[in-house]
């Protein structure tokens, strides 16, 4: 079959056939049409794959540097420390002394908290991620990824210009609200302190495309501006990147991989399966990235947490 590449959506989103990513990527054409694929559409998904982890890190391979996490849940497997496997409700919450519906509730400070790009606060925040699903529920569990780039365009000029030459501190569990007392999430965060002062936007290293680079997860507050000044400015913003017309929705199959430029989208896990009692496990691969530059030239800057390159 050939490889053809049908867009899903207006601004982004393209499912991608004819292609057996454990197969085919020997073939450095269809490795050039599948990443022109992912820099037009942002997100591209490929359905009936029958990827295990090996395949899956040598897929990635081709596309970049697959990182090597040095922490991951007891899901994970031992022998690829480039995958990490997520699964309902395994272990985030327990881990930490709650069950996982209070340790959401506590991390979910605003409707629109859960849009996130993936390590954010890095900083050098992953590349791309490649997802593949193993077992989905019967319905439900759905991922929405937004195009930044396009997000941006749609602002009116005056509005871009002013946000051209702002930064943003991005930190690891802003909004959390701590339990009464001993919490030991809340001494996890403090242990594992990660925060870097980014563009507001970035300019894409590959496409020269100028990024709304905002998420609910992450943002602390713009730098520029005082905390009630910055406040409004970023619920706009947000609100702006994940307007409707500027998303994609994802119904996932086992074997379902999405690709994904993690500098110029954000994402949106679902939150509409913890009541259905159905396993969904996923696997992941990111790819290494780099520092984020904004329209000034001006890279991002580290305030604390781990350097480039080390996981």
């Given at each position: 079959?050939?490889l053809?590449?049908?867009?899903?959506?207006?601004h982004?989103?393209?499912?991608?056939t004819?292609?057996?990513?454990?197969?085919?990527?020997?073939e450095?054409a269809v490795v050039a049409e599948?990443?022109?694929?992912?820099?037009r559409?942002?997100?591209v998904?490929f359905?009936?794959?029958?990827?295990?982890?090996?395949?899956?890190i040598?897929?990635?391979r081709?596309?970049?540097?697959p990182i090597t996490l040095g922490?991951?849940g007891?899901?994970s497997p031992?022998d690829?420390?480039?995958?990490?496997?997520?699964?309902?409700?395994?272990?985030l919450?327990?881990r930490?002394?709650m069950d996982h519906?209070?340790?959401?509730?506590?991390?979910?400070?605003?409707l629109l908290?859960?849009?996130?790009?993936d390590?954010?606060?890095?900083?050098?925040?992953?590349?791309?991620?490649i997802?593949?699903?193993e077992?989905?529920p019967?319905?439900?569990?759905?991922?929405?990824?937004?195009?930044?780039?396009?997000?941006?365009a749609?602002l009116?000029a005056?509005v871009?210009?002013f946000v051209d030459g702002l930064?943003?501190?991005?930190?690891l569990g802003?909004g959390?609200?701590?339990r009464?007392?001993?919490d030991a999430y809340?001494r996890h965060?403090?242990?594992?302190?990660?925060?870097?002062?980014?563009p507001?936007v970035?300019?894409h290293?590959e496409t020269?495309e100028?990024l709304?680079?905002?998420?609910g997860?992450?943002i602390?507050r713009?730098t520029e501006?005082?905390?009630?000044e910055?406040?409004p400015?970023l619920q706009m913003?947000?609100?702006?990147a994940?307007?409707p017309e500027?998303?994609v929705r994802?119904?996932?199959?086992p074997?379902?991989?999405?690709?994904?430029?993690?500098?110029?989208?954000i994402?949106?896990?679902?939150?509409?399966t913890?009541?259905?009692?159905q396993?969904?496990?996923?696997?992941r691969?990111?790819?290494?990235?780099?520092?984020?530059v904004?329209v000034?030239?001006?890279p991002?800057?580290p305030?604390?947490?781990?350097?480039?390159?080390?996981?």
């Open positions: 079959m050939k053809e590449v049908h867009p899903v959506a207006g982004i989103g393209a499912e991608i004819g292609v057996d990513l454990a197969h085919d990527l020997g450095d599948i990443r022109a694929a992912v820099q559409w942002k997100v998904f359905r009936d794959q029958r990827l295990d982890h090996a395949a899956h040598a897929c990635a081709r596309f970049g540097t922490s991951r007891s899901a031992e690829h420390p480039q995958v990490e496997t997520t699964a309902d409700r395994l272990e919450g327990g930490y002394g519906a209070e340790w959401l509730e506590r991390r979910r400070h605003s908290r859960g849009w996130h790009c390590h954010g606060a890095r900083i050098d925040p992953p590349a791309a991620t997802l593949r699903a077992t989905v019967a319905y439900g569990g759905d991922t929405t990824w937004s195009n930044l780039a396009a997000a941006y749609g009116s005056p871009r210009a930064r943003a501190e991005h930190r802003v959390y609200q701590p009464a007392g001993e809340a965060l403090l242990e594992h302190q990660t925060a870097s002062v980014h507001l970035r300019v290293p020269g100028r709304l680079s905002v998420n997860y992450y602390e713009i501006l005082s905390r009630t910055s406040g400015l913003l947000l609100e702006q994940t307007r500027y998303t994802f119904r996932w199959e074997g379902s991989v999405a690709f994904w430029d993690n500098r110029a989208t994402h949106l896990a679902p939150g509409d913890a009541h259905l009692r396993p969904r496990i996923m696997h691969v990111m790819l290494a990235g780099e520092i984020p904004g000034d030239g001006r991002s800057e305030v604390t947490g781990p350097a480039p390159g080390h996981w």
